[in-house]
């Protein structure tokens, strides 16, 4: 059963960076059966997608962060990373790593992490 | 990029009466479309993918149905734990730039 963490700090300045962990458990994260996603939750509103990491490292982002983020994975610790530029208070929110098992359920979110809240303030 | 908008933006159910919430897309997704349910405080949880295929250990009390650019989830006989949000969600574009609707709420009414 493929189980996420999500980890790293819940404050981050304005222009800095934010950077999270997710860490798996039950699954390689080298494995091309599953993709690794950021979505993000600001309070009271809906779900967005940031972007997903894959196949040995292969990656797509949302149009809206793809100028600022980066997502990348370190096989030996099985576990990968959410970097976002240049936050601003509008970056305030839940963070969520998920997966999905791509040739069961196609790319769709079927395992979540617990989320992490991320303020943005100085 | 495709744009999801849900329809309504609430509604309000007795328990053990049936809801249909609608998805709608402003282009075509063929069957590319997921739902997600979200109670407070927790994280999603994937209800339907394929548009019509429930995912493991839900309920035969959702059912998706739809393709294209309309899409509907209909829950049974409400329970108390089906009162939350839910959200579409399509995954048709390549370059990926997967997207949400905003979500229904279904609560008590």
């Known amino acids: 059963q493929v189980q996420l963490q999500e980890s790293g700090p819940g404050l981050v300045k304005p222009s800095q960076t934010l950077s999270l962990t997710c860490t798996v458990s039950g699954a390689s994260i080298s494995s091309a059966s599953y993709f690794w996603s950021w979505i993000r939750q600001p309070a009271g509103k809906g779900l967005e997608w940031i972007g997903r990491i894959y196949s040995r490292g292969s990656s797509d982002y949302s149009p809206s962060f793809k100028s600022r983020v980066t997502i990348f994975s370190d096989t030996s610790k099985n576990h990968f990373s959410l970097k976002l530029n240049s936050v601003t208070v509008a970056d305030a929110a839940v963070y969520y790593c998920?997966?999905?098992?791509?040739?069961?359920?196609?790319?769709?979110?079927?395992?979540w992490g617990q989320g992490t809240v991320v303020t943005v303030s100085s | 990029e495709i744009v999801l908008t849900q329809s309504p933006a609430t509604l309000s159910v007795s328990p053990g009466e049936d809801a249909t919430l609608s998805c709608r897309a402003s282009?075509?997704?063929?069957?590319?479309l997921a739902w997600y349910q979200q109670r407070p405080g927790q994280a999603p949880r994937l209800l339907i993918y394929?548009?019509?295929t429930r995912a493991t250990d839900i309920p035969a009390r959702f059912s998706g149905s739809g393709s294209g650019t309309e899409f509907t989830l209909t829950i049974s006989s409400l329970q108390s734990e089906d009162f939350a949000v839910y959200y579409c969600?399509?995954?048709?574009?390549?370059?990926?730039?997967?997207?949400f609707g905003p979500g229904t709420k279904v609560d008590i009414k």
């Open positions: 282009q075509s997704v063929s069957s590319n």
């Open positions: 394929s548009a019509s």
């Open positions: 998920a997966t999905g098992f791509i040739v069961e359920t196609g790319n769709t979110f079927s395992v």
């Open positions: 969600q399509q995954y048709h574009e390549w370059p990926p730039a997967f997207t």
